[in-house]
């Protein structure tokens, strides 16, 4: 928090030149058929990115930005997992998340997240694109340097829940309803009559609902 923006801009640089030339080296690890090594460089493209996640997220709190500073933090946990999982070279990395995990109980409020649920015609593998289930595939492992991801196809929303435990915990409610208007859930101040319009679950709900960051995701 007390370094200087500018220095972390910086690092910031370095990071992103760091992961384009990795993402060249893993690449030629494909050409030559080396699954072990690609999926290590993986685990490294996973730090880089927790990295400057948590750069970021140090800067947006310093400008005044803690919504945009949560996200940052959520993807820079997610990134450091990613990384754990990418290889077993990484294991040691859980320290790193476990400190994440401390600046998120130490520096932002309790928050309430919401979850979007959704009927699903087929799931397609990322990785070999059939029908997920009918090939080997499994979700979150690493094949080749890429983890495998379930594609949803011809999705229909059915419902939306507060949960504990949300797939995406940057889904979650931005403000709360008070007799003066929305309050921000991060800075506690009223918000603008403008602002309190935008992001509530339908257009003919009044101003005193919460509103939901990233409700589609």
Known sequence: MTRDSEL?????????????????????????????FANILLGFECVVDSLRH???????????????????LISAQEAGRAAVRA?????????????????????FPPQVFVSTGFIVGSQECSICGTEYG?????????????FCLVLPKRTAIDHVAIVDHPRD????????????????????????SASESTGSMAGNQSHADCQFNGFWR
């Open 169 to 192: 915990r940057r889904c979650r409610i931005t403000t709360v309803p008070t007799d003066q208007g929305s309050r921000n859930r991060m800075t506690w101040k009223l918000e603008s």
């Open 8 to 36: 972390q801009e910086e690092c910031i640089s370095r990071l992103r030149e760091m992961r384009r030339e990795c993402a060249e080296v893993k690449k030629n690890a494909l050409d030559q058929v080396n699954e072990d």
């Open 54 to 72: 948590e750069l970021r997220m140090w800067i947006a709190l310093k400008e005044g930005q803690p919504d945009a500073a949560w996200d940052r």
């Open 134 to 146: 009918d090939c080997d595939h499994l979700e979150g492992i690493p094949y080749n340097g890429e």
């Open 87 to 107: 290889h077993r070279g990484f294991s040691a990395l859980t320290e790193h998340v476990e400190r994440l995990d401390c600046i998120e109980k130490v520096v």
